[in-house]
C-alpha cells in the first residue's frame, strides 16, 4: 500500500465507514454533473452553431423571390436584344442605335446586381449537367460531343450555391452508331 492512499479497515473495524460512503457518493454525483455540464456545453454550442448557420443562410437566401422576378426582366432584356439581329444593328438609325446601347447597359447592370447579392448565371460552356441544365431538345450537335450544350435557349441562374431556374438547353444527341455494338445493317 503506497503511502497516499488511506487506510481502510474493513466495515465493523473502521469507524470511518460512514463518512467514506458518503465520500464515495459525492464523488460519483461530482462525476455525474461534471457529465452533464460538459454535454449541456456541447449542445448550446451545437445550438449557437446551428443558429448562426441559419441565419447566414436566411440572409443569403431571403432574396429568392425577388431574384426570381429580377431574373424574369433579364430574360426579357435578352429576347430584346437577340430580336436585332447584329448587320441590322449596323444599319440602324442612331436614335434605334441609341435605344440598343441603352437596353444593353440596363441589361449589363442588372446582371451585374444580381451577381452583388449572390446571384450568378449556370455555366453552360461545357456537358450538359441534369442538375444545372434542363434539356428541351437533342438536335445533331455538328462537331460537338454527344451530350454536349450546343444551344442555350434561356439562361439559368444560381442563387449561393442553390439553383434558382435550371438553364434550358439544347444538347447534341449521341451518335449511336459509333458506339460499340451497334452494327448498321443497312445495305
Known amino acids: 500500500m ?4 488511506p487506510m481502510q479497515l474493513p466495515d465493523s473495524e473502521n469507524p470511518h465507514a460512514a463518512e467514506f460512503a458518503v465520500l464515495a457518493a459525492l464523488q460519483e454525483e461530482v462525476a455525474i454533473l461534471k457529465d452533464q455540464r460538459l454535454r449541456a ?46 448587320d441590322v444593328r449596323s444599319l440602324a ?25 449572390g446571384v450568378t448565371q449556370v455555366d453552360t460552356s461545357g456537358k450538359f449537367d441534369p442538375n444545372l ?15 454536349a450544350i450546343v444551344e442555350v435557349v434561356q439562361s439559368g441562374f444560381m442563387i449561393g450555391e442553390r439553383l434558382l431556374r435550371p438553364a434550358m438547353v439544347t444538347v447534341a444527341k449521341k451518335d449511336v452508331s459509333a458506339q460499340p455494338g451497334n452494327v448498321d445493317t443497312k445495305v
Not at 440598343?100 to 444580381?114: M, N, P, S, W, Y
Not at 441544365?133 to 451530350?147: L, Y
Open 93 to 117: 438609325d442612331p436614335q434605334v442605335q441609341a435605344v440598343l446601347d441603352g437596353v444593353e447597359a440596363t441589361d449589363r447592370q442588372l446582371i451585374q446586381t444580381l451577381e452583388r447579392y
Open 133 to 147: 441544365h434542363q434539356a428541351i431538345a437533342e438536335v445533331p450537335g455538328g462537331d460537338k460531343a454527344g451530350g
Open 41 to 86: 456545453l456541447a449542445e448550446l454550442e451545437n445550438v449557437r452553431r446551428r443558429a448562426e448557420k441559419e441565419k447566414t443562410e436566411a440572409s443569403q437566401y431571403a432574396v429568392t423571390k425577388f431574384a426570381r422576378d429580377m431574373v424574369g426582366i433579364a430574360d426579357n432584356f435578352a429576347r430584346a436584344l437577340a430580336a436585332v439581329p447584329a
Open 2 to 5: 503506497s503511502d497516499d492512499e
